[in-house]
């Protein structure tokens, strides 16, 4: 248990909707990333929140839009939904060292259909 | 995109046996991190390995970093059933920047 939460763990959506992901950081972790991670792939980041402000982003269309709230929790927001947006959705909270190894919540797997 | 590639993308070992796999990246890192993998669940920190080292050990795992060819090898020694899982290199430009992962090892062990 990396102590990192998501919710919810599986969620099934039409395309054209909207998906709003949540996750927990771990205790005294400032960042938070996101990454996708589609079947049979290696996770790919979207972006990372560091203290509240977007710090960083991945080659993601801006449908794809995030929030970090004042206690480091972190949202991410999918707008009108595509079917290549079925994936897992990894959360990864870590703190601002040198070197940061990153402690990944348990996933949301996203359906589109 | 993929920074690294890991290879074989499968491998199947008996218990016991050793497992090695490998990764090559494209560009200058400050460290390198493997996750392991559970069926499609979230990833775990096994080990990191910084720019300037050349091996590192944990327990069973043993990692090497050659950033002359731009590549890592895990090796799982005295591998169980438990080991079963995807393994994935993730690469590191700087601290607290994103990981950029490989597309993994799946690795069978079997009993």
């Known amino acids: 248990e990396t102590g990192v939460t998501q919710s919810p763990t599986h969620l099934i959506k039409t395309r054209g909707q909207q998906v709003t992901l949540r996750c927990s950081s771990q205790?005294?972790?400032?960042?938070v990333s996101w990454y996708q991670q589609a079947l049979g792939q290696g996770p790919q980041f979207i972006f990372q929140y560091y203290r509240e402000e977007e710090n960083g982003r991945g080659n993601f269309p801006p449908r794809f839009s995030g929030l970090q709230f004042p206690n480091y929790s972190s949202e991410l927001n999918v707008n009108a939904l595509e079917l290549d947006d079925s994936a897992l959705y990894l959360c990864?909270?870590?703190?601002?060292?040198?070197?940061?190894?990153?402690?990944f919540g348990p996933g949301t797997r996203l359906t589109v259909l | 995109s993929q920074q690294g590639e890991e290879d074989p993308q499968a491998l199947s070992i008996q218990e016991g046996e050793n497992a090695t796999m490998n990764c090559s990246y494209k560009?200058?890192?400050?460290?390198l991190q493997w996750y392991r993998q559970n069926s499609g669940r979230g990833l775990v920190h096994l080990i990191l390995?910084?720019?300037?080292?050349r091996e590192k050990h944990s327990g069973r795992l043993r990692v090497t970093l050659d950033t002359s060819k731009k590549s890592s090898s895990l090796l799982i020694t005295a591998s169980r059933a438990a080991d079963t899982a995807s393994y994935f290199c993730a690469t590191q430009r700087s601290g607290n920047t994103p990981l950029v992962f490989g597309k993994g090892t799946r690795l069978s062990v079997i009993a």
């Open positions: 390995i910084r720019s300037n080292e």
């Open positions: 560009t200058s890192i400050n460290n």
């Open positions: 205790s005294g972790h400032n960042t």
């Open positions: 990864a909270s870590s703190w601002d060292r040198v070197e940061s190894e990153q402690f």
